[in-house]
C-alpha cells in the first residue's frame, strides 16, 4: 500500500517569509498524481496545488509551488510571502494513476503564522 | 452555491443509539467519498461509491453504512453508536473512475461526538 509520511507535526513562519513543508510518499507505480490540501479552522479541506507525475514541470499557483523530486519520491510545498490567512493544516496526499477511488493522506502540518 | 453540503455539522448522541449523516453534491460528479478525521487530524478513506457501487471499504466496521439513493446523494448511517466513533466525518466528490488526479471536493465536515 502507498504511504504518505509528512514529518513536521507543526510548523510557524513569519509573516510575508517563506516556508517550506515537506512531504515523502512511497510507491511502486510510476504514473500517479500529487496534492497539497489545505484545512483552515473552518475545517474546509481545500486544494492549494497538484502534480502529476509525469511532468518534470512543477506545479506553481500564485504563491504556492512545489518541489517535486520523483527519483526520491518527495513533495515539497513552498509558501512564498507568507499570510496571517496561509495559517492551516496542510496535508499531503497520494492518488494513483488508473484509480481515482483511493486518495490517501498525510498526517498532516500544521502552520502557524506569527504577525 | 455550495458544491457539497453535509448535514448536520454538529451531531452529539449517546452510545448505542443510531444516526445518519448525509451529504449531497451539485457538481454532477460520478465518485463520491466518506472519510473520518480523527482527533489528531488524521484523514483516513472509508467509502467510496460510484454509480451506487461500494468501490472501498477501509476496514470500516460494519456499523457504518454509506447508502446513495441518486448519484447526487451519499448517506452515511451508522449504527450501535461507540465512544471511538467521536470524530469528524468528511463527505467528499470527484469527476472520474478509472483515471486518477481528480480533485476531490469536501463538505464542511460533520462533528460527531458520542458520549
Known amino acids: 500500500a502507498q504511504t504518505v509520511t509528512q514529518s513536521q507535526p507543526e510548523m510557524s513562519v513569519q509573516e510575508a517569509e517563506t516556508v517550506t513543508l515537506s512531504c515523502t510518499y512511497d510507491?511502486?507505480?510510476?504514473?500517479?498524481?500529487l496534492f497539497w490540501y489545505k484545512q483552515p479552522p473552518s475545517r474546509q479541506m481545500i486544494l492549494v496545488i497538484r502534480?502529476?507525475?509525469?511532468?518534470?514541470q512543477n506545479a506553481t499557483e500564485n504563491r504556492f509551488s512545489v518541489n517535486f523530486q520523483k527519483a526520491a519520491k518527495s513533495f515539497s510545498l513552498k509558501i512564498s510571502d507568507s499570510q496571517l490567512g496561509d495559517a492551516a493544516m496542510y496535508f499531503c496526499?497520494?492518488?494513483?494513476?488508473?484509480?481515482?477511488?483511493?486518495?490517501?493522506f498525510g498526517a498532516g502540518t500544521r502552520l502557524t503564522v506569527k504577525p | 452555491d455550495t458544491a457539497v453540503s453535509q448535514t448536520p455539522k454538529y451531531l452529539v448522541t449517546q452510545m448505542g443509539n443510531d444516526k445518519s449523516i448525509k451529504c449531497e453534491q451539485n457538481l454532477g460528479h460520478d465518485t463520491m467519498y466518506w472519510y473520518k478525521q480523527d482527533s489528531k487530524k488524521f484523514l483516513k478513506i472509508m467509502f467510496s461509491?460510484?454509480?451506487?457501487?461500494?468501490?472501498i471499504n477501509e476496514t470500516v466496521p460494519n456499523r457504518f453504512s454509506p447508502k446513495s439513493p441518486d448519484k447526487a446523494h451519499l448517506n452515511l448511517h451508522i449504527n450501535s453508536l461507540e465512544l471511538g466513533d467521536s470524530a469528524v466525518y468528511f463527505c467528499?466528490?470527484?469527476?472520474?473512475?478509472?483515471?486518477?488526479?481528480?480533485?476531490?471536493?469536501f463538505g464542511p465536515g460533520t462533528r460527531l461526538t458520542v458520549t
Open positions: 461509491y460510484n454509480n451506487k457501487e461500494l468501490i
Open positions: 496526499a497520494y492518488n494513483e494513476e488508473y484509480n481515482n477511488n483511493d486518495m490517501r
Open positions: 467528499a466528490s470527484s469527476q472520474g473512475r478509472d483515471r486518477g488526479g481528480y480533485e476531490q471536493y
Open positions: 502534480q502529476e507525475a509525469y511532468k518534470q
Open positions: 510507491t511502486s507505480e510510476s504514473d500517479y498524481y
